[in-house]
């Protein structure tokens, strides 16, 4: 088996054959572990990239 079959049967099959089955079809469990990683990515990407940028220029007191 090469080494990139082997990848994709973890990141995708995997998940389903050592899987509970009473949960496959919730949203997050079917389909691999592609969901949670892109959910992962995203989390990371907002916090560590995105919101920084945003809040750089914003005063760290409000007197309002």
Do not use: E, Q
């Amino acid at each position: 088996m090469s080494i990139l079959r082997k990848i994709w049967y973890f990141m995708d099959k995997y998940w389903d054959d050592i899987g509970d089955p009473r949960v496959n079809d919730w949203m997050l469990i079917n389909g691999g572990i592609w969901k949670i990683l892109a959910i992962m990515t995203t989390y990371l990407v907002l916090t560590r990239i995105c919101l920084p940028k945003f809040m750089k220029n914003r005063s760290k007191h409000s007197n309002k």
